[in-house]
């Protein structure tokens, strides 16, 4: 979904509102809609431009559709399901889950401020991999705290390195941070950290984070998913 969204396209027909679809001549039905991504995935001019990729659209259940869209080049390797990548800002979604998991579904004010980057730490540049969550948060300004962005919006990953300093996780490096979230999310969800970032860090397959979405949709004994249609 990530892929078709960033090829765009298809965007339209995969995310309609109700307002949308009662404006449309005819419901686009399931059929339509796989037929729809396939095409973009496929054959659209953006999509064209980040080859080579992965895209899948599925339910809570399974996969309905997916494929491997090859590279330009044949110097270049295919990317498929299994594929270990960077999943960069994709791993924000896995650490709030880690913190709705460990609070056991009951968020305090401050957590919902951080996880919702309205914390007032907006400054955030690099890190290095060998360095801990606090090494990195204590690199250059990245752990400054700016009052006057206190309770605005404001979009990046300082948030949720002071976060996860705050929860006791800043002695963490990259290897102890993922079995700290597995401990949480559950060892069915593969993933490692190429930085100590809790919201850019994480390494993961598409295999595996279909697994985390579909385990959100599912529920069960995760608590993310009543925090799906939360306001806060």
Known sequence: AQALLACTGAAALLAATPARAAEAPAFVNPIQRIAAATTTAQGSNA?????????????????????????????????????????????????????????????????????????????????????????????????????????????????????ASLMGLGALDNANLATEMQMQLGHDIGLSYSLPQPAGGVVSTASDYARFLQMLLNGGEFNGTRYLKASS
């Not at 431009?49 to 899948?56: C, G, R």
């Not at 919702?116 to 969550?133: A, D, W």
Request: hydrophobic fraction near 35%; charge should be positive; aromatic fraction near 12%.
């Open 47 to 163: 999509c064209t431009a980040i080859q080579p990729f992965y895209w899948e659209i599925g339910n809570r259940n399974r996969a309905l559709v997916s494929g491997s869209v090859d590279p330009a080049s044949s110097a270049t390797p295919a990317v498929t399901a299994s594929t270990s990548m960077n999943i960069a800002s994709a791993s924000k979604w896995l650490y709030a889950a880690y913190v709705v998991q460990r609070r056991n579904g009951v968020l305090s004010a401050d957590d919902i401020k951080f996880l919702n980057f309205r914390s007032g730490y907006v400054n955030f540049s690099t890190c290095f991999p060998r360095q801990t969550v606090d090494g990195c948060l204590n690199m250059l300004n990245n752990g400054d705290y700016v009052p006057a962005k206190d309770g605005i919006f404001h979009y990046g990953g300082g948030h949720m390195q002071k976060h």
